[in-house]
Nanobody
Framework: QVQLVESGGGLVQAGGSLRLSCAAS????????MGWFRQAPGKERAFVAR????????YYADSVKGRFTISRDNAKNTLYLQMNSLKPEDTAVYSC????????????????WGQGTQVTVSS
């Protein structure tokens, strides 16, 4: 049974930082590209970042480029999202997801999902 469990969310002031983690089990972790998505209240789920299975390729939404960094530790089956210079508009539930297929920013293409962790940025 595949499990993706996010942690590290919380309340932070604008300009602050958080690091999210996603612990994976039940799947060959390095064989999957991993992504972060977020969903703000009243909005659709949105792509944040993606990293290839071996970690050589990363992709970011324009809204987070230069502020967020996605990384992974395949030895620990863990995905990370370092978020710096946070803004109130970054407030959302952040979810990690696993994708066996070609590069995609569409949530529908991802095979497995975590439950999400809340990130709230106060102004």
């Amino acid at each position: 049974q595949v499990q993706l469990v996010e942690s590290g969310g919380g309340l932070v002031q604008a300009g602050g930082s958080l690091r999210l983690s996603c612990a994976a089990s039940g799947l060959p972790f390095s064989a999957y590209a991993m992504g972060w998505f977020r969903q703000a209240p009243g909005k659709e789920r949105a792509f944040v970042a993606r990293i290839s299975g071996i970690g050589g390729m990363t992709y970011y939404a324009d809204s987070v480029k230069g502020r967020f960094t996605i990384s992974r530790d395949n030895a620990k089956n863990t995905l990370y999202l370092q978020m710096n210079s946070l803004k109130p508009e970054d407030t959302a539930v952040y979810s990690c997801a696993a994708d066996k297929g070609p590069t995609s920013r569409r949530s529908i293409d991802y095979d497995y999902w975590g439950q999400g962790t809340q990130v709230t940025v106060s102004s």
